[in-house]
């Protein structure tokens, strides 16, 4: 299996990252599964005290919004970044379709990464403020 480093430089919000930046943020995810059928982020809740940020390695999971169902995620897809930044509700409903492979990382094990490292925290920003800028904001 590929190291997480290796995996997260698939990230548009990693991209701009060198190698070494990449071990460090690879440092703070860790692998996790969960049984199809599972919630693992609802619309609405807050996540700051969970885990934040998921880039799914195996399986399929359904994103829905107000009920609605918006997107199929599969291997290489990710979700949560927003709550690696900020304590805010969640914006949609991730559920895992099959059994799910998942690196993730938390709120709180990410956050001190952004305190000490400040070329870091400037590129993430960077690539937030331009997604952002993308979506019309």
């Given amino acids: 299996m590929a190291s997480p480093a290796d995996l997260l430089r698939t990230v548009p ?4 990252l060198d190698d070494a930046e990449l071990a460090q943020v690879g440092d703070r995810f860790g692998e996790h599964t969960f049984p199809a059928g599972t919630t693992i982020t609802t619309e609405g ?6 885990l934040a940020f998921f880039v799914i390695l195996d399986g399929t999971a359904s994103v829905t919004k107000g009920g609605q169902e918006l997107a199929t995620l599969g ?5 949560g970044e927003i709550a690696l930044f ?4 969640r914006t949609a409903t991730v559920a895992a379709r099959t059994d799910l492979r998942c690196l993730a ?4 094990d990410f956050r001190p990464l952004l305190e000490e490292e400040s070329p870091i925290a400037y590129r993430l920003l960077g690539a937030m ?6 979506a019309g904001g």
């Fill in 13 to 16: 919000l990693f991209a701009d």
């Fill in 45 to 50: 809740q807050r996540g700051a005290r969970v």
């Fill in 75 to 79: 291997p290489g897809d990710h979700f």
């Fill in 86 to 89: 900020l304590d805010v509700p």
């Fill in 105 to 108: 990382a938390s709120s709180w």
């Fill in 129 to 134: 403020a331009q997604r952002l800028y993308e």
